[in-house]
Structure formats: structure tokens, C-alpha cells
């Protein structure tokens, strides 16, 4: 606090470039609240648990539909709204519910990677690269997909015995139709509303795709559905705010714009990658990750331009899978998971995150380099 303070202009700069990325997450959480309401994600989750031939099965859907909605909506619009579907189709199963919540979180976090929107910190650091979403799509796809399909596979790996165990079948009676309604469905077939949320997130996709700076209209799409379903009585203020989390963004938003005017006034973070390749980039990124979170750690490092601006995203997306502090998705995960009556397996999670994060980093930084980027 003290260097913004002491230097007003670097401040500013600061907050240029940190700003966007917390106005975007705010009206895309509101977006995935709406689709929510929908029925969208409960609808997917019942459709995979009754597709799902085997418990394996039911993983990679579930893997799909983690990534897919990451990349367009937010790693923490994923963890908030998927996390609850996929423990809802793990008990209809009888059989998983910890190998999905694991890879609902890593996952998010692994899959992150691809659209510009689908991460705080690609924001942060495409401040400095003035790409349109379509432009960056195309230098980070392969790169998601490696990490995407890495991290799944350890997963799958770690968690062979429950997702290969003969299901215990689905509960129920009176169960069975709790289990539903709190995925927001019935016991039915899924309740699927072509409402405002869907268009709402068909319009943010295409907006996070074809605009350079889609947060103010993401932010407005937000506000407009938020608006209208305040007004209908489908949404209520307490639960906007419960899903956006404001408290824990500004907080964030503070750290961020603190560590940015730091390493605007202070040269050290640059020349030390300036000394480092595109490995040595990524690993420190993903270390500093889980010691001040990411958004924080992608406003110190890519406060001046950064030599290798793709690695270091790779390193700051992945590598909050190390730990419980390396991303805002792991506090909103634990507390998802709580209030659906799950138990967060958080040494589990961090135990194959330790795992997953070296061979994803090396498996998306073989991707950069087919694709020319660093």
C-alpha cells in the first residue's frame, strides 16, 4: 500500500490493467447464476449420470463438461455451479463423488487456459498483448487441451478403484428425489428452461470471443439479467451477492493492485525473468502462485512486460493445483462442496495436484513450443 501511495501514476497504471478481469468474473458469476436457475448445469449432470455406462465413463463426461464450461464461463463459475451437478451425479450412482469433486477443482484450474475470460490471470497478462479472444484461442488450444487431458488422466489414475467399483446404485424413494431436487431438477427428465440464462451465456461467448475488452459487456449482460430476474423474483439480492462474493474480490483486487504498483516501482520480478526461459517462467509462476494466489502473483509478474507472456500464463493457471492458496476457485470449491453436504477431499485433491501440475506444465509447454509461442 505503501508504493501506491508513494507513486500515484505507477497506481493507476496498476489498476489499468487489474480492473477488467474482476468486472468480467462479476458478470459472468451472475451469467452462470441465471443458466443455473435454467436448469443448464443440472440438466447435464443428470444426462451424464444416466448416460454414463461405467463409473470411468461418467468421469470424462463430467471432464468435458468441466472444461467446456470453464473455458467459457470462468474457472469459478465452474467450481461454484458444477461442483453441486457432479456430486449429485456421483450419489445417483451410488459410486465417485470424490474422484468428481477432485476433478471439478483441478480441472477448472488445468482447463483454464484457453479463452481469455476463462481465467483472471490471462486477463492480467493479455493487458500487455492486445489480443482479441479469437487470436488468443489460437495460440493457447493446444496448450489447454495437453493440460486438460494430462491432468484428467492422473485423476483417473489416482482415483482407479472408485471409478472403476461397481456402483452401489441409486438411492431411493424419498432419497432419491431429495438428491434430484437439490440439483435443481426433478426425478425426472431434466427440467431445461431456454430461458434468459442460456441466451445469456450463448451472449457472453460470443462476446468473450470476438471483443479485445469484453468485461464492461459481459459486466453489462450480467446486470441486465440480474436486473431482469430481480425484478421477476427469480433472483433475490442476498443470493447475488452470496455468488458473487464481492467482499472476496475487492480484497483480491487489493492485493493485485498493491503487488502491480509494486512491480512497476521495483525492477526485481522483471529481471528475474528476463534470466529465465519459458520452463523457468512457468515454474516460478506456478511457486508464486501458492504463495500470494494468482490473480496477485499475475499483476507483480506481468506488471512490465514479461519475455515469455504464454509460459507464464501456463505456470499461473496450472499451478494453483499445488495448493489451497494458489487460486480463489479452491475457497469457492470447499465452500460449494460444503453446502451441497460433501466432505471436500482437500488433502486428496492437493496430494494429486502435486502430481498432476509437473507433468501438465511440461505437456502444455511442449504444446507452446509446436505452436511458436513462449
Known sequence: MVAIVADSSAAASAASQVWSPFVLVGGLLIVGLAADQDGLFAAAGRRLARLAPNGLALFAGAAVAVAVVTALLNLD????????????????????????????????????????????????????????????????????????????????IAERRSLLSRPAGPSGGADAAADARAAGGTDGAPDLTLGLGVVAVAAVTVLVLVLRSPAVPVAGVGVVVAGLRLYSGRMDQVEVRRVVGLPVLVGLFGIALALGTLGRTWSGPAVLLSHLDAVGTAAVAALSTIVVNNLPAAALLAA?????????????????????????????????????????PVARTVGIGLVSVPVALAAALAMLAVTGAS
Open 304 to 344: 512490465r512486460v514479461p519475455p515469455h507472456p504464454y509460459a507464464l500464463l501456463v505456470g499461473l493457471d496450472i499451478g494453483p493445483n499445488l495448493f489451497v492458496t494458489g487460486s480463489l476457485a479452491w475457497i469457492l470449491w470447499m465452500r460449494t462442496a460444503r453446502s451441497t453436504g460433501s466432505r471436500p
Open 77 to 156: 463459475t465452474s467450481v461454484v455451479f458444477l461442483t453441486p451437478v457432479l456430486a449429485y451425479a456421483a450419489r445417483s450412482r451410488g459410486r465417485g463423488e470424490e474422484a468428481l469433486l477432485v476433478g471439478c477443482l483441478l480441472l477448472s484450474n488445468a482447463g483454464s487456459l484457453l479463452l481469455p475470460g476463462s481465467n483472471l490471470t490471462n486477463l492480467i497478462v493479455l493487458g500487455h498483448l492486445h489480443l482479441s479472444g479469437r487470436q488468443f484461442l489460437g495460440r493457447m488450444a493446444l496448450p489447454w487441451l495437453a493440460s486438460v487431458i494430462v491432468t484428467g488422466v492422473v485423476i483417473a
